[in-house]
């Protein structure tokens, strides 16, 4: 069994929402276990939120697609943007993960979190887009 999703989000908050119930269905209709999609939802909101608020260049509003490819085998998570060029993966800085909770600067985390929740992350700049390239094996 396979599927592929596509969506394209406005860069919104509020339109992670949107993206996360249409990949429920989809995992319903592939029966996925819950914690499969709870780690896909969570991956989408943490690079969604950062192309939100941090992607958008001022010049225009950025432009997001979102491409879920499904297989027996894994999923793979395309996410597309317009916005300025940020390779999360080498230039976001690595969390403090040392200091006692409360010493800890706010943030910082989704990064950290996407790599250890997914199997291959990896980023290229084509054609005046960020895309980030995710891949979760099923067998959890």
């Not at 914690?35 to 690079?47: A, H, M, P």
């Not at 916005?83 to 969390?95: E, I, S």
């Not at 989704?110 to 291959?120: A, F, H, N, P, T």
């Amino acid at each position: 069994m396979g599927a592929n999703l596509t969506l394209n989000m406005e860069a919104q908050l509020n339109e992670i929402e949107r993206i996360q119930a249409a990949v429920t269905i989809l995992s319903q209709a592939e029966n996925w276990p819950p914690e499969l999609l709870y780690q896909i939802e969570l991956v989408l909101e943490e690079i969604g939120t950062n192309i939100i608020k941090y992607g958008q260049d001022g010049e225009a509003e950025t432009e997001i697609q979102i491409t879920l490819t499904s297989d027996s085998m894994s999923l793979t998570l395309e996410i597309v943007d317009t916005g300025k060029a940020f390779d999360p993966f080498a230039d976001a800085p690595p969390p403090d993960l040392e200091s006692d909770i409360p010493d800890r600067p706010i943030g910082g985390l989704g990064v950290y979190i996407v790599r250890k929740l997914m199997d291959e992350a990896s980023y290229r700049r084509e054609d005046g887009m960020n895309k980030v390239t995710l891949v979760k094996h099923k067998s959890l």
